[in-house]
């Protein structure tokens, strides 16, 4: 059993508490010669997701500047585990008290599997333990091609549901609002909300979706490690996650099939792509965008513990650097596991 590692050729392993002296990531499995400059390639994936960047996060202030321990050398992989941290420089573990146990946090039911738990901040089950997804994730784009792009955005916080999305997206773009939502006027409707979630104590739940573009068709399985589910896997082991899907997946479960399935049948080059298959048919990858949804419960800290402002009222923005990181996990490992296909 090995509860703290992820993935199958491409093995990502985290460790760390909260509110201990470090957060870190070992990545097994990638291959040798692989060019990585940590300023260009890594930090800037931790920058998006790290604590107090905006008035609508945490006030914990964490660098979170990584450093490399082992299997890179002069700039390029050497086929040895990837070992990297990340040091934890603005814990108040003091903050915590252990008789206390948070509703809606694994608090209680780490207690009762373990008998001994971390206290301070949820310990492993704090959502910064997300940090070494993150740097796993920012080694696996590098084995992506170079016309891959992931881009997760903000879709829904609450009650407020961004619908006027351009068709195409950069990081760049989605980071141009602190709420990472690229519809701009949904996107103040937010910020609002999130600020008088912080003043009262209170939090929202929400929506990311993910977009994947440029990716190859012939990824995944067509049983057991369908891409779909290789990547429900991956989302469903986010903290705060509370489902997935492809697409609009309630909406689809209501549709008819005579409009849901408008693809071309019979033959020639784009016979029996189905545009409704979110880039996935029969668990393998059809060349089209790849279009998933994320849905994230309100944050489990809240009241006058909230009111410290040392917890974010709303997950969704500061998760997204994160879904983007475990959708290159999965694509980096089906990328892999392609050279034995044929």
């Excluded at 957060?23 to 931790?46: K, S, T, W």
Aim: aromatic fraction near 6%; proline fraction near 6%.
């Amino acid at each position: 059993m090995q509860p703290n590692t992820f993935g199958n050729l491409l093995a990502l392993t985290t460790f760390g508490e909260s509110h201990g002296p470090a957060m870190g990531a070992v990545i097994d499995g990638f291959p040798a010669g692989v060019e990585v400059d940590l300023q260009r390639d890594i930090q800037p994936h931790l920058n998006r997701r790290r604590p107090g960047q905006s008035k609508l996060t945490t006030s914990r202030s964490e660098g979170d500047r990584a450093e490399i321990l082992s299997g890179v050398f002069e700039g390029k992989t050497i086929g040895s585990p990837i070992a990297v941290i990340v040091w934890n420089k603005n814990a108040r573990s003091e903050d915590y008290d252990p008789n206390y146990y948070r509703a809606g946090h694994a608090d209680r039911t780490w207690e009762e599997k373990f008998g001994h738990r971390d206290y301070r901040g949820g310990g492993r089950a704090s959502g910064r333990e997300t940090v070494s997804r993150v740097i796993g994730g920012s080694f696996a784009r590098l084995l992506l091609p170079e016309e891959v792009s992931i881009v997760g955005f903000t879709r829904r916080i609450g009650e407020h549901v961004a619908e006027d999305i351009p068709d195409e997206l950069t990081i760049d773009d989605v980071d141009a609002h602190p709420t990472r939502c690229p519809d701009a006027a949904v996107a103040d409707e937010i910020t609002e909300t999130l600020k008088r979630c912080k003043q009262e104590g209170d939090s929202r739940g929400g929506v990311i979706e993910l977009w994947v573009d440029g990716l190859d068709p012939g990824l995944g399985d067509p049983v057991f490690r369908k891409m779909k589910n290789r990547l429900a896997d991956a989302f469903m082991s986010i903290g705060a996650v509370v489902g997935t899907g492809l697409g609009d997946a309630p909406a689809a479960a209501k549709a008819r099939g005579a409009e849901f399935h408008t693809g071309i049948a019979g033959s020639g080059p784009d016979a029996g792509i189905s545009p409704a298959a979110q880039g996935i048919q029969g668990g393998i990858t059809n060349g089209r965008r790849i279009c998933m949804r994320v849905y994230f419960k309100p944050a489990s800290t809240v009241g006058s513990m909230a009111k410290k402002g040392r917890h974010d009222p709303c997950i969704v923005p500061r998760a997204i650097p994160v879904v983007e990181a475990m959708a290159a996990l999965v694509l980096a490992d089906h990328v892999l596991a392609r050279r034995l296909d044929r």
